[in-house]
């Protein structure tokens, strides 16, 4: 294989015929940064139909051109139909790489395809890094729970595949370029889709498990002694006008639900105040916490890694130090000399 | 009777000036959680000072002042007693260890580690593993003090095999009431060397002095364990099966007794559903929890397969084998949180720790059971199996707290008087504070008593140690 | 008769691993390796599934001889059969070469109808295993199973909830299908004292590169992996921030909730 016979940037638009998933505007304008550096094309694929404003919103990123692919067998998400399509896509066009949004659908067809070409495929980077020497794209991801910072690299095969988190990149979308759409007609026979949707139940709004656009965050980490100690920082979080998260290793010993893990992957948060109990630090968590305005750690440990993000840190006890601070907010201590208790 | 002095500015200049104005609080900056323990229906009394020590000798210091001025000095832990035994019933200071918290050295060659008092039970576990060994006193609060521990004498979870904290404490330092430090022990094994101060110290509650340092046995980490849950049809065929379980050569580093409706409410409050409620398809009405240890795994196997020959005749409906160390961890951490759960749904809640014989324990629950059904109480317990320690909570949300505290009254006095018929103590592992003493001396009877009280005065003449606690009346 | 397949592995815990301050490098002494956590939720799923349907639930792990203790996990808890690929010449795989070993593997034990995976392991965390296992099967793939609702014999299908994004899914899949598991629904059992007994003892079936006729060498290990890991390097610590230290909790608290006036 000669990998300098491989060009252009490729972004899986993922869309439900109304709106695109924000993750793959992120990774237009991420990918586009790339494709400034290597000098590639940077094109997006987009399956089936898209409202012309929403198609606006991924121009806007700059793309310079876009794989507008129609035929049958696209109508839901299926991993049959669309390993094919990039299959055959890939086999004709040879891009250098694919980035699809790390969505459980993505997750599923583009290690598939990967596998299919063969190629190789890597997930969940939180940086990427084109190489110029080797010509390569460099996925930073951590490794070892967040311990370690791996550099995967795909450096004899293509196309490079990879699947991005939401949330990993920020949308800020540079401006139109000229841009050339190719129109591809890939049939995949309807028969031959082995999966079936027979209903779909939405899950019923729980607000407390929507911690996405908290302002405020109390998370407990892996140093929470147990379930039962949850309900004080239940209490600080609601005294703070805010809401409950954890990291994951607190969602692995089944304390608190999947919904509520911040960080790679799981939730990335925004809050104007973001308070860690008993959290390490490890990467995959951290860089779910990065775009907090005020960040306060407190943990046991004074070498804790976590007091290296924080703007404030305490060495102590978590347990002692939540209960201090609900006594004394339920107490009327302010916040601020301005305001009332909030 | 005793006549005490109140806290003048005077005397707490001086007392402030032995550990420093950072480390001492009076009047309006002592904190409210220096006035009471885990059992606040007991009442709560606020020190008129407190002092975190770190010293031996700052703790001469402050008794020389205290005997001097005839301030009753109450030493505190970590706070997780149940009996009030912190609690400065007649004021004066606290004096909290707290900050006497290093584990000074370990002595490899003799097993045995110095420690301060104010080592939290769960730090100088985890640091003597750390070491390759293991402290076996395992009470269930694991965030109280080991100065707390040797003050109640604890028992825990592993003393069916190991037996209790007594039984490591090899030496100690002691602070007597008049300032005077005092070793007693030795880092040996035996003695025959006349009356056993160092006994005695241990279990007295700081009535007698004041412990600053000690010195505890520790043995060799067993090399493989393994824990075994055997779920029963209800308590009377769970408990009927503990003297097959121990007379089977097994010797169990623990037999722990649980109730399904304590376990229900643990899964429920910690999120973790560690116990099968549904056991072949039949539910199960109680739990017998056993730790085997052994040199090698074929040595458990086959305690294993004798503990699962008994189970069959007893009735257990199966044989569930904790082998991993997170699902360990797990079923552990369940048992543990019990009393928090308890403490968590219940506003109202007293509590009782009787011992009594093994073969006793169903009589005694079913009795129990039957009187606080009698008093309109709730009752849930929880305990040590092996070795007939019971923890028994009464509980109430809906009662009023006078109501409550007569109704618990009424049935504590049938329960402790059944406990005496059946030859057991007041108390396994919680002591006795100011809360049990009436019980007590029943229990032991006047003379006993009253040596006790003799006992107090030649340790403690002026009675300013702990007053009012155990076998002394102010 | 369903034949089931789990394919389950050994990791460290990671959450114990620790990094040498001075270093940087990972210490990897004295870190117990346990059953990955979601292969066990995996397991019990297909456990249940041959408990309702009947059949018989075989578990494959790649790794070093130790892993076999991670199979007998599986046994314990359920499994029939265990079978551990180990071979130097296996080293080093990526997810890539992993499902090539795995599936060649596999083949000579039988057409298996369904496959359980956890929907990830602990230490790679990549979650790409069940869609290369299922593209390697020539499989279905149902990620994110929460419930197995019901197989029909006579079609071969399988009836299935997901639990996606935004709610749970209900679907259709045909046979041979591939799971990845979700931890809802499926709370690993404890064994009890007879199956945890017989799986210290029970025969696991083990094989390697030469005993897996037809393997391909440019396929399996380091060679067979497109992905590669030139460096790794601890994670980037920022400026510590500021350490409040008053000198007790309570003034430590007072500080920091002074601290934060302004942020709400």
Avoid at chain 1, 108 to 132: E, H, K, M, V
Avoid at chain 2, 446 to 464: E, Q, S
Avoid at chain 3, 239 to 253: L, Q
Wanted: proline share 5%; aromatic share 6%; with cysteine.
């Amino acid at each position: 294989m000669n990998k300098h016979e491989y060009k252009d940037l490729w972004v899986y638009i993922q869309h439900d015929g109304k709106a695109v998933h924000p993750v793959s505007l992120e990774l237009c304008c991420e990918i586009r940064k790339i494709g400034d550096a290597s000098r590639e094309a940077l094109a997006a694929v987009i399956v089936g139909d898209l409202p012309e404003s929403e198609k606006d919103r991924v121009l806007d990123c700059g793309v310079d051109k876009i794989i507008h692919v129609s035929g049958t067998g696209y109508d839901f998400f299926n991993t049959d139909a669309y390993t094919n399509l990039f299959t055959v896509l890939c086999r004709k066009y040879k891009p250098s790489a694919v980035f699809v949004g790390g969505t459980i659908f993505g997750r599923d067809f583009a290690p598939r395809f990967a596998c299919r070409l063969p190629t190789g495929c890597t997930s969940d980077a939180t940086q990427l890094i084109w190489n110029p020497e080797t010509a390569d794209i460099e996925f930073v991801e951590p490794a070892v729970g967040g311990k370690m910072m791996a550099v995967i690299t795909v450096p004899d095969a293509r196309p490079q595949v990879g699947t991005i988190r939401p949330g990993t990149f920020k949308y800020a979308p540079t401006g139109r370029r000229a841009c050339i759409t190719a129109e591809e007609i890939i049939d995949f026979p309807v028969g031959e889709i082995r999966t079936k949707i027979l209903d779909f139940k939405a899950d019923e709004f729980d607000e407390s498990l929507n911690i996405a656009d908290a302002d405020v965050i109390v998370c407990v980490g892996n140093g929470v002694k147990g379930a039962d100690q949850l309900p004080k920082y239940r209490e600080l979080a609601e005294l703070l006008g805010g809401k409950l998260g954890c990291t994951r290793p607190v969602f692995d010993r089944g304390i608190l639900p999947f919904k509520l893990v911040i960080g790679q992957s799981g939730v990335v948060i925004k809050p104007k105040l973001y308070l860690a109990f008993g959290v390490s630090g490890a990467v995959n968590h951290v860089t779910g916490i990065t775009d907090s305005d005020r960040i306060v750690a407190v943990n046991k440990d004074p070498d804790a890694a976590i007091f290296r993000y924080c703007d404030y840190g305490i060495a102590g006890d978590m347990d002692e130090v939540c209960g201090m601070m609900i006594g004394k907010l339920k107490a009327g201590k302010k916040l601020s000399p301005q305001k009332d208790v909030i | 009777m005793a006549e005490y002095n109140k806290l003048t500015p005077e005397i707490a200049e001086q007392l402030c000036a032995v550990v420093g104005a950072q480390r001492f609080s009076a009047g309006e900056n002592v904190k409210e959680e220096y006035s009471h323990d885990e059992m606040p229906i007991y009442g709560k009394a606020r020190p008129e000072a407190v002092c975190l020590v770190e010293t031996t000798e700052e703790v001469s210091e402050i008794m020389k002042i205290c005997s001097a001025n005839k301030i009753p000095v109450t030493v505190r832990g970590a706070g997780t007693g149940l009996v009030g035994g912190c609690v400065p019933v007649n004021g004066g200071i606290v004096l909290s260890t707290e900050k006497m918290n290093r584990i000074l050295s370990y002595d490899m060659n003799n097993l045995v580690v110095h420690t301060q008092p104010g080592v939290l039970l769960c730090d100088l576990a985890a640091d003597a593993l750390a070491h390759g060994l293991m402290y076996p006193p395992d009470p269930g609060e694991k965030t109280a003090t080991v100065g707390g521990n040797v003050s109640t004498n604890a028992g825990g979870m592993r003393a069916v095999k190991y037996g209790v904290t007594r039984d490591y404490v090899l030496a100690m330092t002691v602070v007597l009431p008049c300032g005077e430090i005092m070793k007693l022990g030795k880092t040996v094994c035996k003695t025959s060397s006349g009356y056993s101060l160092l006994h005695l110290m241990v279990g007295s509650e700081g009535t007698l002095g004041i412990i600053t340092e000690l010195t505890l046995k520790l043995i060799p980490k067993p090399i493989q364990d393994v824990s075994l849950i055997l779920p029963f049809q209800d308590i009377a065929t769970a408990i009927a099966s503990v003297p097959s379980i121990k007379l089977a050569n097994l010797d169990p580093q623990s037999i722990e007794f649980m109730e399904r409706d304590i376990v229900d409410s643990s899964a429920a409050f910690t999120g973790n559903a560690v116990f099968p409620t549904v056991v072949g398809g039949r539910e199960a009405g109680a739990y017998i929890l056993v730790t085997l240890v052994g040199n090698s795994e074929t040595e458990l196997i086959g305690k294993m397969d004798r503990l699962g020959e008994i189970a069959e005749k007893v009735g257990a409906y199966d044989v569930l084998v904790v082998w991993t160390d997170n699902l360990k961890k797990d079923v552990w951490a369940a048992r543990s949180a019990f009393l928090t759960v308890i403490e968590a749904e219940t506003r109202l809640l007293d509590e009782m720790d009787v011992v009594v014989p093994v073969d006793k324990i169903a009589e005694f629950l079913v009795y129990t059971h039957d009187e606080a059904e009698r008093q309109g109480v709730y009752v849930r317990s929880f305990g040590h199996a092996g070795d007939g320690n019971l923890h028994i909570y009464c509980c109430s949300n809906d009662l009023e707290e006078e109501e409550f505290k007569r109704r618990v009254k009424a049935l504590m006095d049938k329960c402790y008087e059944k406990c005496t018929e059946f030859e057991g103590q007041v108390s396994g592992e919680h002591s006795i504070g100011h809360a049990k003493k009436e019980y007590l001396r029943e229990s032991v009877g006047d003379t006993a008593y009253g040596l006790m009280g003799a006992i107090k005065k030649v340790f403690d003449p002026d009675g300013i140690l702990n007053p009012g606690k155990v076998c002394h009346n102010v | 008769m369903l034949n089931i397949l789990v394919c389950v592995k050994q990791v460290p815990d990671v959450n114990l691993v620790k990094i040498d301050p001075v270093t940087g490098s990972l210490i990897r002494a004295g870190v117990p390796s346990i059953l990955n956590p979601l292969d066990a939720n995996a397991l019990e799923a297909a456990v249940r599934t041959r408990e309702r349907y009947g059949g018989s639930v075989t578990c494959i792990t790649m790794g070093p001889d130790m892993a076999a203790e991670a199979l007998r996990e599986c046994l314990a808890a359920g499994a029939d059969k265990a079978v551990l690929l180990s071979d130097r010449a296996f080293a080093n795989a990526d997810t890539l070469a992993t499902s090539y070993v795995i599936v060649s593997a596999a083949r000579l034990l039988g057409d298996f109808d369904l496959i359980f995976c956890g929907k990830e392991s602990l230490d790679g965390a990549t979650g790409q295993m069940g869609a290369q296992l299922a593209e390697r099967f020539g499989a279905s793939l149902v990620s994110s199973m929460s419930l197995l609702r019901s197989i029909d014999f006579e079609k071969k299908t399988v009836i299935a909830e997901r639990e996606l994004e935004r709610g749970i899914e209900t679907c259709e899949a045909r046979y041979p299908c591939l799971f990845t598991v979700e931890k809802t629904n499926y709370r690993p059992r404890i064994p009890n004292l007879r199956s945890w007994r017989a799986s210290r003892f029970a025969e696991i079936t083990r094989f390697t590169s030469a005993t897996i006729p037809g393997l391909d060498p440019a396929q399996i290990g380091d060679p067979g992996s497109p992905t590669k890991v030139p460096r790794t390097y601890p994670p980037e610590v920022g400026e510590a921030g500021m350490m409040i230290d008053e000198g007790s909790v309570d003034r430590n608290v007072e500080k920091l909730l002074d601290l934060l006036g302004d942020v709400l």
